[in-house]
Structures are given as structure tokens and as C-alpha cells.
């Protein structure tokens, strides 16, 4: 009967678990859509083409060696699929049958299913750089830079963090971050800010005394079906996160995460839109769609505890955040075309406090070094490669290819062949 029993809660983690990781890999077609929303038209092939290879190269990558490094799975082209977390003489009888299980006391699940709900999480930190650096960045510095991001950057930090390893032996991390506000999000604004340094802005984007100019995108009901996409792969996200889903305590869990990350998303999208009227007289589309975003990213390092109440105000300061970060970001002539440096990373590093308004075991200092560790080692690894690429195969087009648009000059064909190129 125990064995039974075992079996049954074996196949539903394992089960949950890959449907989670298959929402989170469908946030890869949201990130593409939003980001093709927001740039020009004459931009958008590239835009595509970045987003589904750097899927790709994550998911090979990470194959490779990040899942060794942030996990010491044993996977390094091994194929080994086991990644054993309790005592095995407890459940010798299964393992008989199936050595392919992990088990962290309460849950048990596919050791190929943990790799797979992973990987699509490493993805999504790519992601977040392909739309900060869009418009005039060389294609192939960008893979370049993936390879690196979801390779070595990412597992390492990971490791440390979610794999529960020191800091290259100096100190560990009192760090709580649910579902990756800081571990995922944070990076991959970090990572994309370090280019952004060194790339500079976009051509026309400030005035000659300094002042900001609007360059819209080509196509918002595009970004806002990548916003929806990204708003529904989050419960994935988020949810997954809690990495079983057998018991009645966990069920109830799961759909408190469920039911707050949804909050934080409307919270975050109706201060944003409130915000952008009252600062710019308008309903911004584009910043209500970042707001959305950044209610969704301040609710992931903790959204199992809070109340749906709390849980929309921590949104709702998500966005309120993220529209004075990009108002800030364009003063500073912080380049970032779709705003993914302010949803990732300003909020990013809320989210990673607002875990204090709601769990009793994390503690200021705690979180505070946790994002100190992730920003430094992030920015300062990232920094070291952008320049490194810099200066063996440059990392911005030419200033005609911009003017002319990346599609030609990286891809050789357009978006929409049919319309007048913006």
C-alpha cells in the first residue's frame, strides 16, 4: 500500500512538474511577442530570430554543463537522470523499479522532470536580455553572450542560491527567493544592463540637449498578446515553484500562489496605468503592459505567504516602480526598448524585500547579501564578456545597418515585407 501510495505522488509531481515547465517555456513565446511589439518593424525578424535561438542555446547549454554546476546532477553529457535527496533505503522497494526519482522529504518527482522545469527557467534569464539590448546589437555577439549567460553565468549564482552551495567556499546565503525574483529576474536585467553600458543608446533616441524621444513600436497588439502569454506562463512560474504537488497542504499552497500571482499582475497593471495618467495625462498601453510584468515579477521571490490582499499591493508598488524606473533610466540615457531592465531588475530587487512583508524566516541582511552576491557576480562576469566581445567581434552594427534595420543586416529578410520600412 505504501509503495502504492509513493507510486501515485511519484507520477503527480512528476506530471505537475512537467506542465509547469511546459507553461514556463511557452513565457519564451511571450517574451517574443512582446519584444516584437515594441521594437520597429524594421527590427522584428531579428527580435524573432534572437528569442528562439537563445532558447535553444539555454537548453543545450544547460544540458552541457549548467545543471552540473548549479545542481552536481551528474548530468554532463551523461544522460543521468537521478538526483536522489532522501535516505534510499526508505524506498528501496520503488527504486527497484525506478532509480530515476528526486525527493526532497515531501515531494517526489522525475529527476528528468526536475532538469526540464530548470531549464526553461534559465531561458526565461536570456530572455530579459534579448529586448533590453533590441535594435543594434550584432546577432551573433548576442548568442555569443548566451552561451556564457546560461552556461556558467547563471548556474553558478543558481547554485548558490536555489543549489544551497557557498560562495565559492567564502559564505553561504540566508537568502529566500521563492520562484526567482532575484535569482532569475534580477540576472537577467543585470546581465542586460552591462551591455546596454557598453552598447549605448539607439540612434535618434536622445536629443542633442539631452532630452528623450519617443520611439514607438510597431506592432502593440502584438505586445500585448506576449504580456498575456507571459501573464498566464507565470502560473507556471511561480507555481511550479513549489516543485510537488501531492497533499492537501500543498494543494492549498498551490492555488494560494495561484491566486497571488494573478493579484500582483492586475495590482501591478492598474497602478501603472493610474501612474502613467496622472504623470503624463495619457493611458500608456506600454506602461500598463509593464506593469502587469512587474506586479508578476515583485510577487515571485514570495507568493505562497501573502494575503490576495497583500499580494496586490506588493503588485501594485511593482508598478508603480517600474514606470518611474523607466522614466529614470531614459534620464540617466539607459537605452532599454522595452523596459525590461526596470520590470527585471528595479522590481526584481523589490520583490527580493518584499519577501520580508510576508515570511517571518527571511531577514533584511539576508536578502540584502543574497542581492548583492547575485548583482555583483552577474554584472561583473557579464561586463568582463561584453567587453571581451567588444573588442574580438564588436557588438553593435554599423550605424547604416541601424538606419537601414537589423532584419536586412542580420537575417536578410523582413517582417513585413509588404509594409514601407519605418
Known sequence: MENQIFELQYALDTFYFLICGALVMWMAAGFAMLEAGLVRSKNTTEILTKNVALFAVACTMYLICGYQIMYGGGWFLSGNTTTLQMDEAAIAGVLAQSAEVGFDGDSVYSGASDFFFQVVFVATAMSIVSGAVAERMKLWAFLAFAVVMTGVIYPFEGSWTWGGNSVFGLYSLEYSDYAG??????????????????????????????????????????????????????????????????????????????????????????????????????????????????????????????????????????????????????????????????????????????????????????????????????????????????????????????????????????????????
Not at 493579484?263 to 496605468?273: D, F, Q, S, Y
Not at 505562497?304 to 508603480?320: K, N
Open 181 to 422: 525574483s532575484g535569482i532569475v529576474h534580477l540576472a537577467g536585467a543585470t546581465a542586460a544592463l552591462a551591455g546596454v553600458i557598453l552598447l549605448g543608446p539607439r540612434k535618434g533616441k536622445y536629443g542633442p540637449r539631452g532630452e528623450t524621444r519617443a520611439i514607438p513600436g510597431a506592432n502593440l497588439p502584438l505586445a500585448t498578446l506576449g504580456t498575456f502569454i507571459l501573464w498566464m506562463g507565470w502560473f507556471g512560474f511561480n507555481g511550479g515553484s513549489t516543485l510537488k504537488l501531492g497533499g492537501i497542504g500543498v494543494a492549498n499552497e498551490v492555488a494560494n500562489v495561484f491566486l497571488n500571482t494573478n493579484a500582483a499582475a492586475a495590482g501591478g497593471l492598474i497602478a501603472a496605468l493610474i501612474m502613467a495618467r496622472l504623470w503624463f495625462g495619457k493611458a500608456d498601453l506600454t506602461m500598463a503592459l509593464n506593469g502587469a510584468l512587474a506586479g508578476l515579477v515583485a510577487i515571485t521571490a514570495e507568493p505562497a505567504d501573502p494575503t490576495p490582499w497583500l499580494a496586490t499591493v506588493i503588485g501594485a508598488i511593482g508598478g508603480i516602480i517600474v514606470v518611474a524606473s523607466i522614466v529614470t533610466l531614459d534620464k540617466l540615457k539607459i537605452d532599454d526598448p522595452v523596459g525590461a531592465i526596470s520590470v527585471h531588475g528595479t522590481v526584481g530587487i523589490f520583490g527580493i524585500f518584499a519577501v520580508l512583508l510576508s515570511d517571518p524566516d527571511a531577514n533584511f541582511m539576508g536578502q540584502l547579501v543574497g542581492m548583492l552576491t547575485i548583482m555583483g557576480w552577474v554584472f561583473g562576469f557579464s561586463f568582463v564578456v561584453w567587453l571581451a566581445l567588444k573588442a574580438a567581434m564588436g557588438i553593435r552594427v554599423s550605424d547604416e545597418e541601424e538606419d537601414e534595420g537589423v532584419d536586412f543586416a542580420e537575417c536578410g529578410m523582413e517582417a513585413y515585407p509588404e509594409f514601407v520600412t519605418q
